[in-house]
């Protein structure tokens, strides 16, 4: 079973400049989760999802960052313009059900702004 | 609001030393606790996970317990490993709809040959 995919790896960018982030969940999970980690600390959650629905949103910045979810399946995590303290791991996570026992993580996205 | 501490925030010990990871919480109304081990540059791998009803769990060379009640959970490594090199994360997960996870800031391991 493949599991959590994410791209790119890495993303290098200049303040102000727009970024997004791909997420495929493991077939079949109903729940993604976007995390920050910051270095040095624990993961955040941004934002969660039930299917297309984002049910969890209210750790993600609204003002320049964006999520979606349309067909219930991939999800992309964009933010614009971006700031220099944005500069973070942003992992994806997915699960069968929001009840259920295990999160299982992607490698993340290793974001730079300079 | 929960949170959750880990001590230390790094240890170094030899080859084939037991060692204890502890984490601590300060909401103890949760479903359950996780520990996770996170490699260099990649996610985050589940290890154990307990949940409120229970004591502790095995698996392996890895033991996790937890009191609830105290708000406290330790990881014990038996006979550790230069492969058990890693950050370990503890979460835990707080009940009614939302069951968020809630993460400490983690203990940087390293296992010296």
């Known amino acids: 079973e493949a599991g959590v995919v994410q791209s790119p790896r890495y993303k290098i960018i200049e303040k102000k400049q727009p970024v997004a982030f791909w997420c495929n969940p493991i077939s079949g999970h109903n729940t993604l989760y976007w995390y920050r980690q910051n270095l040095g600390q624990g993961p955040e959650l941004l934002i969660r999802y039930e299917n297309e629905e984002a049910v969890d949103d209210s750790q993600l910045p609204k003002d320049r960052f964006s999520a979606e979810r349309l067909k219930g399946v991939d999800s992309t995590l964009k933010i614009q313009p971006a700031e220099l303290g944005d500069s973070a791991v942003y992992l994806c996570a997915s699960s069968r059900t929001n009840r259920d026992r295990e999160q299982y993580f992607g490698p993340g996205t290793r974001l730079t702004v300079t | 609001k929960q949170e959750v501490t880990q001590i230390p925030a790094a240890l170094s010990v030899p080859e084939g030393e037991n060692l204890v990871l502890n984490c601590s919480f300060t909401?103890?109304?949760?479903?359950?606790l996780q520990w996770f081990r996170q490699d260099p540059g990649k996610g985050l791998t589940s290890l154990l996970l307990i949940q409120s009803s229970q004591r502790e769990q095995t698996s392996g060379r890895l033991n996790a317990s937890l009191d609830k009640s105290s708000g406290r959970s330790t990881l014990y490594i038996a006979a550790s490993q230069p492969g058990d090199s890693a950050t370990y994360l503890c979460?835990?997960?707080?009940?009614?709809?939302?069951?968020?996870?809630?993460f400490g800031k983690g203990t940087l391991l390293t296992v010296n040959p």
């Open positions: 909401d103890s109304a949760i479903y359950n």
């Open positions: 979460a835990v997960r707080r009940g009614g709809s939302n069951y968020k996870l809630t």
